[in-house]
């Protein structure tokens, strides 16, 4: 989201990134939301947006003792994402 004290700070700052993005936020409708209009503002055509239910704020939604529930499927969204990018022997 945009927590910074300039309102459209992060968008900004998104418009310059050309690279392969992931997302991965808590699931409310508001978070998503927020996640979204950011994504929306990156220049790189290779994106991505996870979104699963049970989930937390930031990056403790990966983190067993703060999501027992979905810290799973949360990893799995980012190993799966990364694989792209691992070479291959």
């Known amino acids: 989201g945009e ?3 300039r ?3 992060v968008r900004e700052a998104a418009r310059k990134v050309t690279v392969p993005v992931y ?3 808590a699931s409310s409708v508001e978070e998503v939301a927020n996640s979204a209009a950011i994504l929306k503002a990156v220049r790189s055509a ?3 947006q ?3 239910a049970p989930s937390t704020h930031g990056s403790s ?6 999501n027992a529930a979905g810290a799973e499927a949360h ?3 980012v190993l799966h994402f990364l694989a792209r990018f691992t070479p291959r022997p």
């Open 75 to 77: 990893w799995q969204g």
């Open 23 to 25: 997302i991965d936020q």
């Open 50 to 52: 996870f979104a699963r």
């Open 61 to 66: 939604t990966l983190r067993t003792d703060r």
């Open 3 to 5: 927590y910074l004290a």
């Open 46 to 48: 290779d994106q991505q």
């Open 7 to 9: 309102k459209d700070a």
